[in-house]
């Protein structure tokens, strides 16, 4: 008998050395072996908050090699290690994206839009597929009555145009936080931008907002955006960054938007600066406070760039924190 | 600028709330609630094969007395609760794997038949969601004989639900359970519950079944491992193809939540528990150290991660959902 060793275990060396092939017996028909599927399973994700029904849609993941200021306060040493004790590749930077859309009951909403339709074949399938989850999920895009935008990041406000720069949700009134728009509409502040990124962020937000004539409705924190859905100024990631809280009842769940970037650099290290917070302190701040709520109040967060389907605990893990998923429920 | 308190946090209060007049959207009924989760199916590669992990749904229950059989209840529940169950409940996921071989479609455990459970027996639906037809199951691989394991090979109706397939025991699992002698010496109510769904389930069929034995191949690159404890025939597999691994645990532990957290529990349905935690123990101190990709039966949907030392247990990292294959 083979007792269980590392070795045996890792290498599956055991029936090459021991010999018999069960299979070898085996009595199905002569057939040829189903094909693989080659295909993931459709990625969305439903729960309820209360009598609201959440629907998780997520728009894919993109992965690639990580510049040298990718954590602009720790080196590259430091990332990899990091991404080492949690599973991930070396020198490789996975960020997954999920929108999420809450059924109100009277209104149903998007809140974020992810990378784009255009980008789905640009990405070769990798990310752009908010559109083709959310038809696996069942939702007309025409149905869609409002879509909240957190910031004007282009993974979050790109998905608001079709390849062909209309509007996505035809019927939807799109709603902005006013300080996000102040800040980035002003030509005075695309002017003092610092070349590439920050100028890329000003261009490409404006191709968005021209293309929808900027019809947009401004929202400030602290007002519903619509039945059940508050939101809250988290500023740092972007001045106008905002959060939203989906309550009905007695749940609640912290719709985080980018609070933090990936959960397994970014919780584990709330200290951590991504490049993409445009004032990192002023965004550690907010997660230090956002994230000590959600682990003293075991509240639910939903994160757009935690892994699908994108929905935790948060416990508090020496000097930062710690996401607990939520386990999938098969039956809502 | 509203400033960020825990009360703004919570404000949802009407007082506070302008609500937005500009509604622009043309009057209309609200889009209905779907009501329905997503299919429970995830697909991944173990070197060039493809491998689906399956969800049969679970159970959620108030935990019973001796649910840990060597803790006090108020333990047990406060690791529930730590573990965000609901108050007073446990959760149980039940997940089985396919594994395309390409030369082979191998089912491993069953779950249970549809309507068995009211929140389970999804398998066959999940299956149909993820396109794989029942009657392409070339093997179905029983890893113990557990009712959540092994109820799925039949229909609600007693029909094979793998009609095509080969089916395989680990044999000593086999010798246990269908043992008279044993039978007659079922030391509760839950032991002589499951000597006789084994039974039921299987005797009628003890044709088709292949008894099996660790160490060898029960697939193409899918290796029994003894895992005993748990049952006396208790098995893990070993999925390998090229430098791609994945341990399929079966129940090794039964919830990471109370039992990697805390490996020295002793849930109710291990047969013999200190083999049990001394399985556990040596399984998950290899996993840890090589990093190895773990399957788990009753791990959350997808049911796939890995396991680290942590204190005097362990704690499961679940893999990131990889949105594209």
């Known amino acids: 008998m083979i007792k269980l060793s590392r070795r045996d275990v890792m290498t599956g060396t055991v029936a090459l050395t021991a010999g018999t092939v ?7 028909p002569v057939a040829a072996a189903a094909p693989p599927a080659g295909r993931q399973a459709p990625g969305f994700y439903r729960y309820k908050v209360g009598s609201i029904e959440i629907t998780v849609v997520t728009d894919g993941v993109n992965k690639f090699k990580f ?44 809140i974020d839009t992810g990378t784009s339709e255009a980008n789905f074949a ?45 509007l996505a949700f035809p019927n939807a009134e799109i709603l902005v936080p006013a300080a996000e728009w102040k800040y980035f509409m ?28 900027r019809k947009v409705t401004r929202y400030d924190p602290g007002t519903e955006v619509a039945p059940g859905i508050t939101a809250v100024a988290t500023p740092g990631h972007t001045p106008g960054h905002s959060s939203h809280v989906v309550s009905s009842g007695s749940a609640k769940v912290y719709i985080q938007a980018d609070v933090t970037h990936v959960p397994f650099l970014f919780v584990r290290h709330p200290d951590w600066h991504a490049m993409y917070d445009q004032d990192g302190a002023m965004a550690e701040q907010t997660r230090r406070k956002v994230y000590d709520m959600l682990a003293a109040e075991r509240m639910m967060v939903q994160g757009f760039h935690y892994p699908f389907p994108g929905l935790a605990y948060v416990e508090k893990a020496g000097s930062g924190y710690r996401e607990i998923p939520v386990p999938w429920d098969p039956t809502i | 600028m509203t400033a960020l308190t825990r009360r703004s946090l919570f404000a949802t209060a009407a007082g506070a709330a302008a609500f937005l007049p500009a509604m622009v959207a043309p009057a209309r009924a609200a889009a209905p609630p779907s009501g329905k989760q997503a299919p429970g199916f995830y697909r991944y590669k173990v070197g060039d094969y493809e491998l689906t992990q399956i969800s049969d749904g679970g ?35 039940f997940n089985p794997v396919v594994v395309n071989t390409g030369s082979k479609l191998v089912l491993i455990d069953t779950g249970f038949p549809p309507g068995a459970v009211p929140t389970a027996g999804l398998c066959q639906a999940n299956l149909a969601a993820a396109g794989i037809d029942a009657k392409a199951i070339d093997i179905v691989v029983l890893s113990h004989l557990h009712p959540d394991h092994i109820n799925g090979v039949k229909t609600a109706d007693g029909a094979l639900a793998f009609p095509n397939a080969e089916i395989k025991a680990p044999a000593p699992d086999w010798a246990f359970w269908m043992s008279d002698d044993n039978m007659s010496k079922a030391a509760n109510d839950m032991m002589k519950g499951y000597f006789a769904n084994t039974r039921k389930v299987l005797s ?42 994945v341990l399929v645990q079966s129940d090794v532990t039964n919830i990471p939540e109370l039992f990697l957290r805390n490996p020295d529990w002793h849930v109710a349905f291990d047969v013999e528990p200190d083999k049990a935690v001394a399985t556990r123990r040596k399984f998950y101190d290899m996993a840890a150290a090589e990093k190895a990709l773990i399957a788990g039966f009753h791990f959350a949907f997808p049911s796939l991660g890995y396991v680290e030392k942590d204190g005097t247990g362990y704690r499961l990292v679940p893999v990131a959902w990889n949105a594209a294959l």
């Open chain 2, 204 to 245: 009628d069929i003890a044709g088709k079944v292949t008894r099996y034995e660790w160490g060898k191949e029960v697939a193409p690159g899918i290796t029994a491992i003894e895992a005993s404890g748990h049952t006396p025939g208790h098995t893990a597999f070993a999925v390998a193809s090229g430098s791609g691994r």
């Open chain 2, 59 to 93: 159970r959620t229950f108030p935990m019973p007395d001796g649910f840990v059989r060597n803790v006090s209840k108020e333990q047990a529940l406060a690791a529930a609760e730590a573990a965000y169950m609901p108050k007073g409940q446990v959760r149980v996921p």
């Open chain 1, 67 to 110: 510049g040298d200021n990718h954590v602009t306060n720790k080196n590259r040493e430091e990332v990899n290690a990091a991404l080492a004790a949690t599973y991930y590749e070396k020198d490789m930077m996975t960020t997954p994206y999920n929108p999420v859309v809450v059924n109100t009951g009277s209104k149903l909403v998007v």
């Open chain 1, 22 to 28: 069960l299979a070898a017996t085996t009595t199905s």
């Open chain 1, 186 to 213: 002003d030509d005075g502040e695309m002017s003092r931008a610092p070349a590439g990124r920050m100028q890329e962020v000003f261009t490409n937000l404006r191709r968005v907002f021209d293309a929808l004539g």
């Open chain 1, 122 to 166: 640009r990405s070769k399938g990798a990310a752009g597929q908010f559109h083709v989850n959310l038809a696996a999920a069942g939702i007309d895009r025409n149905a869609i009555d409002l879509v909240v935008i957190s910031h004007f990041h282009g993974d979050h406000i790109n998905g608001l145009l079709t390849p062909d720069n209309k």
